[in-house]
């Protein structure tokens, strides 16, 4: 897999070209959401996800709700695995989200999302 940074990708903030094991990562995004563009793209292609590459922007947009779900999902797992959230919520007791999400380089909204997820609040 080839990760290439493209300038002026509007509204998208990353997509897969399958074919050509390419994730197209948008170089205007802050580098916590590449992080998880990356993450996310990853998942598309571990479960068997794809857009056509000649489709245009506005059909790539039109995503199945039920595949960004499951991708999104990944991602959070993946940057952010269970036993390492475990970790530093009971372990370590931290409680900061700003520390979380500088150990996980995630966003706020990945963070919660995940915390959530694994039934955890700050």
């Avoid at 493209?6 to 959401?33: F, Q, V």
Wanted: aromatic content about 6%.
């Amino acid at each position: 897999m080839r990760i290439v940074e493209t300038p002026a990708m509007g509204l998208m903030s990353s997509s897969l070209e399958r074919d050509d094991k390419i994730i197209c990562l948008n170089a205007d995004a802050c580098p916590e959401h590449r992080r998880f563009a990356v993450a996310r793209e990853l998942g598309r292609w571990c479960l068997g996800f794809s857009r056509r590459a000649s489709a245009s922007e506005l059909e790539r947009l039109a995503v199945d709700p039920d595949e960004e779900c499951r991708a999104d999902q990944f991602a959070l797992e993946l940057l952010m695995p269970g036993i390492a959230v475990k970790a530093m919520m009971e372990i370590h007791r931290v409680r900061d989200p700003v520390a979380h999400r500088k150990a996980f380089g995630v966003s706020s909204l990945a963070l919660y999302a995940r915390l959530d997820a694994l039934g955890y609040f700050l």
